[in-house]
């Protein structure tokens, strides 16, 4: 029997739950990922299939002809990354609940890395291999 993973925005108005396996965590350092965080973005990611969210207060936002972001409009909580094209969905690592026994394996678009942190000493991987 699988374990679910579960997470929520900081309200609570929107959870979910994850019934499959987790990605390891990848930073993101582009600069969606900057403004919609404030920082860079470390995120899991499930297949869509194993997800379901609860509440009414998630909202999408299409940041781009290839993707949107998922989001609460009532505490501003970024959860959620995926593209219109395909069966997965990043889950921002922060939102999961207790331990996520996750560690964060690589990072993607540090030539766009804010220049008042330094990267994190994790490998760097072509985007394409892990969005």
């Known amino acids: 029997m699988s374990e679910t993973t579960k997470g929520s925005c900081l309200c609570g108005s929107v959870h979910y739950e994850v019934s499959g396996p987790m990605r390891p965590v990848c930073a993101c350092h582009c600069n969606q990922c900057r403004k919609t965080s404030g920082h860079y973005v470390a995120a899991t990611q499930v297949s869509s299939a194993d997800l379901t969210i609860f509440g009414d207060s998630l909202r999408w936002f ?40 996750l560690t964060m394996e690589n990072q993607i678009c540090t030539d766009t890395a804010g220049d008042y942190y330094d990267l994190p000493p994790i490998p760097v991987v072509e985007q394409s291999n892990v969005a």
């Open 62 to 101: 299409k940041s781009s002809d290839l993707a949107e972001r998922g989001f609460c409009q009532t505490c501003g909580s970024n959860l959620f990354w995926r593209r219109f094209i395909g069966e997965k969905t990043s889950i921002f690592a922060g939102t999961i609940d207790g331990p996520t026994n």
